[in-house]
């Protein structure tokens, strides 16, 4: 069982940046590899960008590959999305979810894949 949950989120300018952070509890943290996804309003949840278990692997998606960094700290139990020149299309809720991996480095950008889920952080992006 793990538990996520995430924060910093808010209101910025578009130009802005925000760090988002997501907490895990449980064991064995480093066996998960890790996602973020957003869901703005009227809207489905989509991928933003997934991390390998032990960090070595991301892929993003296009929309916001070139501004957006994703990292883990297995030490500290911990994922985070460095999020820069922010856009008002960038205004959603944002979750973290984890995906259990018994080998290799893999990751996916397939929300069903993924075990679980934190509540979400709300991130605003005002023009």
Do not use: H
Request: proline letters at 2%; one cysteine or more; glycine letters at 12%.
């Amino acid at each position: 069982q793990v538990e996520l949950v995430e924060s910093g989120g808010g209101l910025v300018q578009a130009g802005g940046s925000l760090r988002l952070s997501c907490a895990a509890s449980g064991r064995s943290f480093s066996n998960y590899a890790m996602g973020w996804f957003r869901q703005a309003p009227g809207k489905e949840r989509e991928f933003v960008v997934a991390i390998s278990r032990s960090g070595t692997t991301t892929y993003y998606a296009t929309s916001v590959k070139g501004r957006f960094t994703i990292s883990r700290d297995n030490a500290k139990d911990r994922v985070y999305l460095q999020m820069n020149s922010l856009k008002p299309e960038d205004t959603a809720v944002y979750y973290c979810a984890a995906d259990r991996v018994y080998y290799g480095e893999s990751y996916t950008y397939t929300a069903g894949d993924y075990d679980y889920w934190g509540q979400g952080t709300q991130v605003t992006v005002s023009s």
